[in-house]
Nanobody, 116 residues
Framework: QVQLVESGGGLVQAGGSLRLSCVAS????????MGWYRRAPGKQRELVAG??????TNYADSVKGRFTISRDNVNTVYLQMNSLKPEDTATYYC???????????WGKGTQVTVSS
């Protein structure tokens, strides 16, 4: 089992920045990749950014050049969000993929609201 807790969401004006954090606990040494997803009202959940245990990253086209995912140790991942736009408004979820079992764990989410 892996537990994920996100923090750092909030209300920001367009053009501003936020930094999301996700701390994992439990069987953290089985975690391979971690990532951030988001779900906007009326839309499906989408991948924002992911990072593997080896440090390889991938981003949604809509956030490339504005968002940066990083991982500073085994159990913490960040999402630095710059130049935020109103369309970035969503609930952001942290996810962790566990080796062997192939299970994916989710956090409860943190709300990001960008005002125009």
């Amino acid at each position: 089992q892996v537990q994920l807790v996100e923090s750092g969401g909030g209300l920001v004006q367009a053009g501003g920045s936020l930094r999301l954090s996700c701390v994992a606990s439990g069987n953290i040494f089985r975690i391979n990749a971690m990532g951030w997803y988001r779900r906007a009202p009326g839309k499906q959940r989408e991948l924002v950014a992911g990072i593997t245990k080896g440090g390889n990253t991938n981003y949604a086209d809509s956030v490339k050049g504005r968002f940066t995912i990083s991982r500073d140790n085994v159990n913490t991942v960040y999402l630095q969000m710059n130049s935020l736009k109103p369309e970035d408004t969503a609930t952001y979820y942290c996810a962790a993929d566990v080796a062997i079992s192939g299970s994916r764990y989710w956090g409860k989410g943190t709300q990001v609201t960008v005002s125009s």
